[in-house]
């Protein structure tokens, strides 16, 4: 059981009525349509959790990753396109907030609390998991550096107000020669390319960038040169534990469907959630979502107490365990549903489609394993 404190519980509980009441009605036209919720965004940035984790001198309510993780549960039961946008939010964010110089965060960071969007580009169509093999270039000259090289895959990528890149600086120290820089919707030399087309996730944006002579100021590195990588990695462990929370939510999501369908639906006569092997299933849906819950939440726990030692480990876990789960949950979801959840007109059909993508991005489910052993067996 976690214990909240009054303030915590009237923040679930905002975000419980506005996904229920706000954003449940428009998943399915959102992801029928392929359509970025700009009316989401301006929902989140008026009830104050658009960037949750933000400190309150920036305008944000300075939440814990705890209660981040049940924020992004709570909207992924009804749409997990809309809980990414979040994520992909904090994900942008983070870099600045942690490593970013003190000018930095006052330029940038309270324009996110109130609706600006962030987006943290860092996978190349040739360095997806193998991130040393990026070939985005920043070339200094003076006090300022030229962006050259492209991006994909970056979620909020073309609607972002400013993009978190990571390009080498110098490509010959290799981990150590990459930096992190804030670039701006609308310079000079950022070329947009397509929004990709996908199974799931339809509600969010997932782009191509492309960086021709850009020019970004000095003023706008994250820290200094060559500790892109050490940030990216912390952005990256806390963002696994994002999409574990998103993927719990989607299961959870499924869960209740699937329940509320199998008390209505009768055949021979009886309702058939009185049927004993449905039954089973439900009760298998159910504990591995319970146990991918709680490893979410150890997750975010040891990320609030910065136990660096076990973070990568534990983000790494939550992220393959609850994906994983929330794959199985949405797929026996569908089977409770017979051939209706086949159809779009039930949302199991979309959840499914959903969950395919967690087991994918911020690091694939087999690189989390690998990430897993790794920490299980160093010295």
């Not at 994520?87 to 003190?102: K, T, V």
């Amino acid at each position: 059981m976690i214990e909240l404190n009054e303030e915590q519980r009237m923040v679930i509980a905002t975000v419980r009525d506005i996904s229920q009441q706000k954003i449940k009605p428009r998943a399915a036209e959102i992801d029928e349509k392929q359509e970025f919720p700009w009316d989401t965004v301006k929902l989140f940035a008026e009830n104050g959790i658009l960037t949750p984790l933000l400190p309150e001198k920036y305008g944000g309510i300075e939440a814990e990753y705890l209660l981040f993780s049940i924020i992004l549960e709570e909207i992924s039961k009804v749409c997990a396109s809309s809980a990414l946008i979040l994520i992909a939010q904090a994900d942008g964010m983070l870099p600045i907030l942690c490593r970013g110089s003190e000018e930095l965060k006052n330029k940038y960071l309270p324009g996110l609390a109130k609706g600006k969007l962030a987006a943290f580009g860092a996978t190349e169509p040739w360095a997806g998991s193998d991130i040393l093999s990026m070939r985005t270039r920043a070339v200094r000259n003076g006090d300022v550096y030229t962006l050259n090289g492209q991006k994909c895959f970056t979620t909020n990528g073309s609607v972002a107000d400013i993009i978190t890149v990571y390009a080498y600086t110098d490509p010959d120290k290799k981990s150590k020669g990459i930096t992190a820089f804030v670039v701006e919707k609308g310079s000079k030399g950022l070329v947009y390319g397509r929004d990709e087309n996908k199974m799931g996730m339809r509600g969010t944006v997932n782009a191509e960038l492309f960086f021709e002579d850009l020019i970004v100021p000095e003023a706008n590195r994250i820290g200094e040169e060559g500790e892109g990588v050490g940030n990216m990695m912390a952005a990256l462990d806390s963002g696994r534990m994002f999409t574990a929370s998103q993927a719990v939510g989607l299961a959870q999501g499924a869960i209740d469907e699937a329940i509320n369908y199998s008390k209505q639906r009768v055949q021979f006569g009886r309702p058939i959630s009185k049927i004993q092997g449905l039954q089973f299933m439900i009760a298998d849906m159910v504990a591995s979502t319970e146990a991918a819950r709680l490893l979410t939440y150890q997750a975010a726990r040891y990320l609030d107490k910065q136990k660096r030692d076990l973070i990568p480990r534990f983000c790494a876990m939550a992220k393959f365990v609850a994906s994983d789960t929330a794959m199985k949950v949405t797929t026996d979801a569908v089977q409770v549903f017979g051939g209706y959840g086949y159809m779009k007109d039930y949302p199991v059909e979309r959840m499914m489609r959903d969950a395919k993508l967690i087991q994918i991005y911020t690091g694939t489910n087999q690189i989390m394993r690998a990430v897993t052993a790794r920490e299980i067996f160093k010295e």
